[in-house]
């Protein structure tokens, strides 16, 4: 009798005991995530790396609750064989795909070939990046719609990123001291510039130029860079090549197509 009692004891106080370790864990990854995310709005952890740590802590935390439940719920070793078995076979079947996609995923953020708000081109996939995990990285383009590209894919594609950093344009290159460099260098402003190609009917060039300048003048004030151009080839008609520039790619995403129609309204 006495030792039914304290059988029934000992299983009552491992079943308080899963459950306090389960609360523990779910208030430890809140804590991890709540962190996480406050130093990336502080800017003290990349945002590309933000989903990637979550993605791991819930991982761990999943396989921590399963293990848990195996010891004190007493399934046996039978169940821990089965668990171990389970987890081994998802490992195994996703590695196939999903850890591809998961390692290409740390080579990016590695390596950062681009970042969140990057204007980027990937494939044939063009807009500005939103959101980088381990797995995908989603891109907004230009029709508004959210493309979520597996990594594995864009380490297999040949991709652009139209960010890069210029100087201060109103200053003239000079020669100057090392120090003074250092300076430039830190008052570097990341700047997107996005080309594409259009072709304009074969008319008088100095008509053609005309058409453009006053639809590129239009658009200084709202990318804050007038809009640039150039001939690209000619056969049979004349093909420009556009550059707009803006310190927010987003900007760019929302006006080239009004920035071409504009063109196109004044040669047809």
């Known amino acids: 009798m006495i030792e039914e009692i304290l059988n029934v004891i000992q299983k009552s106080w491992k079943l308080v005991m899963f459950f306090v370790l389960l609360v523990s864990i779910f208030i430890f990854q809140r804590f991890i995530q709540s962190t996480v995310k406050k130093a990336a709005n502080e800017n003290r952890i990349p945002a590309d790396v933000v989903n990637g740590i979550i993605v791991l802590i819930r991982f761990g ?11 004190f719920l007493e399934f046996g070793e039978s169940a821990s064989i089965s668990l171990s078995l389970f987890l081994g076979s998802i490992v195994s079947f996703a590695s196939m795909y999903t850890i591809q996609n998961f390692v290409s995923g740390i080579y990016i953020v590695i390596t950062r070939p681009f970042k969140v708000n990057d204007f980027v081109k990937i494939g044939n996939s063009e807009g500005v990046v939103t959101e980088i995990s381990l797995n995908y990285t989603s891109i907004l383009n230009f029709e508004g719609i959210l493309e979520l590209i597996p990594n594995k894919r864009i380490l297999n594609s040949t991709f652009i990123n139209y960010d890069q950093k210029i100087k201060d344009p109103n200053k003239k290159n000079q020669r100057l001291e090392w120090t003074e460099k250092i300076k430039s260098t830190l008052n570097e402003e990341e700047v997107t510039r996005y080309s594409f190609i259009w072709g304009a009917p074969l008319i ?39 550059v707009l520039s803006s310190n927010q790619p987003i900007t760019i995403l929302k006006y080239k197509t009004n920035f071409l129609d504009d063109i196109v309204e004044l040669f047809h």
Not at 61 to 71: D, E, F, P, Q
Not at 211 to 237: A, Q
Request: proline share 4%.
């Open 61 to 71: 935390s999943a396989i921590g609750v399963l293990y848990s439940a195996v010891y």
């Open 204 to 242: 008088d060039y100095k008509e053609i130029k005309s058409k453009l300048n006053t639809v590129c003048e239009k658009y200084e004030s709202i990318f804050g860079y007038k809009p640039e151009y150039f001939p690209f080839t000619i056969n049979h008609r004349l093909e420009f090549c556009f």
